[in-house]
């Protein structure tokens, strides 16, 4: 056996294992996750009442060094390795999560089909009709994040600026989302206790 | 190496940490152990009492001498007149007859110089002129007790090469830390659960008495260190392995239930050493003072769980433990759901010893604070797995983008307001009612019920759900009302309190039913 360095590495190992999870979780956009420590099953029970039992999917990754490289490797070139490694991590997840996104929604018939062609106007009845906006405690909304392709997102870019730049589809966007207000003050009115 | 592990433990030990393995050990040998003196403090020269296979019963005196040898001097100033109590004052106890003649037995884990040896036959020789032939001393060495441990060894050494050295790791523990729940239950598994699947009934009950030595030699550090915490842990640890295999292999009770009452009475000896602790010191800092800042109020919330658990368990001491209680309550600090356990305990002991409404108030300021943590959006409710030292250094760490670092879900909201919900508190609960809706519950259940006793389980299934917006006040009084503790795995409800020390030690098993159970049995218990 050759010396190791357990103390300085321990150091390392954590600043890898950070790396590792700051770059997987960038690709996650702060969605909340739960680690399962035991088991192996998930049930999941929503809020409507609808239950679903969660798959597992095992998944692996690999960070490679060849034998020569470690004489020339440096800790920073590691380091982007692990990055690399994360973020397809990171990508991997958010693509099952929009998966399981799209499953749903097929389910529930909670979508929107804009068929090539978005307009202001689909647009506010997207925002009216398929979609439930949270408040905060002062009426502000908590506006959902659109997550799209570079193409998409410049479309609905452009969409939001007319939507923004037009007085009559702006007093109409204020008009949604004073629907919105009204429903989720009607969502949480049912948040009680009654006989 | 087990060998001279366990020789070295021994002559280490002081006589409270070789007190508890060697009552085991007298269990597995056919004694019924009747009583364990607590602190070490001798009630009139007698450590241990207990009957013998023939129902004699023999009393017990356990003396430390360690590597050093009883000199002639040392027997005649120190040891003659403490054994004089151990063997001519009857035993004071319900289950003897006072009247009986009883064997007296001196058990020394060190060695006797020759005038010392000579010294207590003498000794004999005098005791058979002037009381028969009936009353006399015998002694055990340190050499009897070696020979009577390491007939355990085969069942004590783990069969293989790691599971060995984490056992090592164990022995070798500075004492300071906190007991390595993991490690130390995967010691229990690799002697208790994992054998039940090839061995025998009887094997299985050795194996309960080396599981004993074994967390005895695997809690040296702790004892060495006098980290009381740590050692209530490993006996609750150990209880709670006993019953497991208990319920698994369907053990006779006679090959589990003194193990488990002598575990318990480590459990109790160290809770009220805490208790005096606590009251001896003047502060509650342990280690580097200035990196402790973080660390105090953790510790003292946890500290008060365990003086409240002190309490219910100790009806003696209940006052001293009132007074502490009283005095720090304002300094919990409920940081996550793993401290939800140790609220849990300080509510029930403040159940029994104060009929206003501040165990009430104590509930709400739980699910206040646990519906709050986990609705908020920049840090979430730390979990039922996340310790003490995680916490803090996530806590610590969180990113200057201020991403949520825990989660918003709750092993432990549903439990403590179907506690509240008893005390009929209906505007209070309307009060918080929009934010506990909110809270996501997550409830976890074992395949096999008996594992509920065991760290981790690999069959089994997590369930996630809210709760309905708009709830019916009298149906959350009727969940709140049930009581049978369907959770909780049977053996365990004959032990309420080591129940309430076990969802200390493992937070993650928290669950309603187990609570609802506990709130209505502790009140019938003295």
């Known amino acids: 056996m050759l010396p190791d360095y357990p103390l300085a590495k321990k150091f390392f190992r954590q600043e890898i294992e950070e790396r590792l999870n700051r770059a997987r979780s960038a690709h996650m956009l702060d969605v909340a996750e739960e680690a399962m420590f035991e088991g192996q099953q998930l049930n999941v029970t929503r809020e409507d009442g609808s239950a679903d039992q969660v798959a597992f999917e095992h998944r692996q990754y690999n960070i490679q060094i060849g034998n020569e490289e470690y004489i020339h490797l440096r800790w920073q070139e590691l380091l982007a390795r692990v990055e690399r490694v994360g973020e397809q991590m990171g990508t991997d997840a958010a693509r099952m999560m929009y998966s399981e996104i799209d499953r749903i929604s097929q389910i529930t018939g909670n979508r929107a089909d804009a068929q090539g062609n978005l307009t202001p106007a689909k647009f506010l009845e997207f925002l009216r009709e398929k979609i439930e906006l949270d408040f905060d405690s002062c009426g502000r909304p908590r506006l959902p994040t659109i997550v799209a392709g570079p193409d998409t997102i410049e479309i609905i870019r452009k969409v939001i600026e007319e939507i923004e730049g037009t007085p009559e589809l702006a007093r109409e966007f204020a008009v949604v989302i004073g629907d919105q207000r009204e429903r989720w003050r009607d969502r949480e009115s049912h948040r009680k206790l009654v006989d | ?526």
């Open chain 2, 1 to 526: 190496m087990i060998e001279r592990v366990i020789e070295n433990w021994l002559t280490e030990a002081s006589e409270k940490s070789f007190q508890l393995p060697f009552c085991h050990l007298l269990a597995f040998e056919g004694y019924t152990v009747l009583h364990l003196s607590r602190h070490c403090t001798m009630e009139m020269g007698k450590d241990v009492i207990a009957k013998d296979a023939d129902g004699l019963p023999v009393a017990f005196q356990l003396k430390a001498t360690g590597a050093s040898k009883v000199s002639s001097d040392h027997w005649r100033t120190e040891l003659m007149p403490q054994v004089n109590q151990l063997v001519l004052q009857a035993i004071q106890h319900p289950a003897i007859d006072s009247q009986k003649r009883h064997r007296s037995v001196l058990v020394v884990n060190g060695e006797l110089e020759e005038e010392a040896s000579a010294a207590i036959t003498q000794y004999n020789q005098a005791l058979q002129v002037t009381h028969g032939d009936q009353t006399q001393l015998e002694v055990i060495l340190r050499g009897d007790l070696y020979r009577r441990f390491i007939e355990m060894k085969d069942v004590l050494v783990p069969s293989e090469l790691r599971q060995f050295r984490d056992f090592l790791n164990l022995y070798l523990l500075e004492g300071n830390g906190r007991m390595p729940r993991d490690r130390f239950s995967s010691l229990m598994e690799s002697l208790l659960i994992e054998p039940i699947a090839y061995s025998k009934k009887p094997e299985l009950a050795r194996r309960v008495t080396a599981a004993a030595l074994a967390s005895s030699l695997a809690a040296h550090g702790f004892q060495t260190s006098a980290n009381h915490v740590a050692l209530i842990e490993v006996w609750t640890n150990y209880c709670a392995h006993i019953l497991c295999v208990a319920e698994k292999a369907k053990l006779p009770k006679k090959h589990w239930e003194q193990s488990v009452e002598i575990g318990l009475e480590g459990l109790k000896s160290s809770l009220a050493a805490l208790l005096s602790e606590m009251e001896r010191r003047n502060n509650f800092v342990e280690g580097d003072p200035l990196a402790d800042v973080p660390m105090y109020r953790i510790r003292l919330t946890h500290l008060l769980g365990l003086i409240s658990l002190c309490g219910l368990w100790l009806p003696d001491e209940r006052d001293r433990c009132e007074d502490i209680v009283r005095r720090y309550l304002s300094y919990m600090i409920l940081w996550g759901e793993y401290a939800v356990p140790q609220f849990l305990a300080v509510y029930l002991f403040l159940s029994k010893v104060d009929a206003t409404l501040l165990p009430a108030d104590l509930l709400r300021t739980i699910l206040n604070t646990l519906q709050s943590l986990a609705t908020e959006p920049e840090s979430g409710l730390a979990g039922a797995e996340v310790g003490e030292e995680e916490y803090i250094q996530r806590s610590l760490k969180r990113s200057s983008r201020h991403r949520r670092t825990f989660g918003c879900t709750s092993r432990t909201i549903e439990g403590i307001l179907h506690l509240y919900t008893r005390h009929n508190r209906r505007q209070s609960v309307c009060g918080l009612w929009s934010g506990i809706s909110k809270v996501q519950r997550t409830d976890f259940e074992p395949k096999d019920k008996q594992d509920y006793y065991r760290f981790r389980v690999e069959e089994g299934s997590q369930h996630d759900w809210f709760p309905s917006a708009t709830q019916s006040w009298s149906q959350l009084r009727l969940d709140a009302s049930e009581s049978a503790g369907e959770a909780i795995p049977i053996l365990m409800k004959r032990f309420p309190l080591l129940y309430l020390s076990f969802l200390m030690m493992f937070p993650h098993r928290f669950n309603s039913s187990g609570v609802r159970w506990l709130d209505t049995v502790l009140p019938t218990i003295h």
